[in-house]
């Protein structure tokens, strides 16, 4: 089980970004929103044929992001943020998300 760190672009110049990874051999399209009233980000996760798997998923950190979705088409490992700053509670802030930030997206692969 490899685990791998997904890049991210977000930040103060891109609020709103989506981009395509593939996970275990399936490829999956991921869009990020940054809410300026509640100063969170949320994720939305789409199949290869743009068919919602989860919309909204709140960013926090150190929880498995997928671990509540029940649709099957999602990705069988786990999906989480981890905070390279060892902060272990606070949702991740819009220049944290960024290239080069803090908060590291990163994949469990299944097992």
Do not use: C
Not at 15 to 39: A, I, Q
Not at 46 to 73: E, H, M, Q
Not at 74 to 85: E, V
């Amino acid at each position: 089980m490899a685990i791998l760190q997904i890049p991210t672009k977000g930040g103060v110049n891109a609020p709103n970004f989506n981009f395509r990874v593939s996970l275990d051999g399936n490829d999956y399209d991921f869009r990020f929103r940054y809410n300026d009233r509640s100063s969170e980000w949320s994720i939305s996760i789409y199949d290869k044929a743009g068919v919602s798997i989860r919309d909204g998923v709140s960013a926090v950190v150190n929880f498995p992001l997928t671990r509540l979705i029940a649709d099957l088409r999602k990705p069988p490992g786990f999906l989480y943020f981890f905070d390279s700053r060892g902060h272990l509670a606070a949702p991740p802030t819009l220049d944290q998300i960024a290239a080069g930030g803090t908060a590291l997206l990163v994949y469990s692969e299944a097992e």
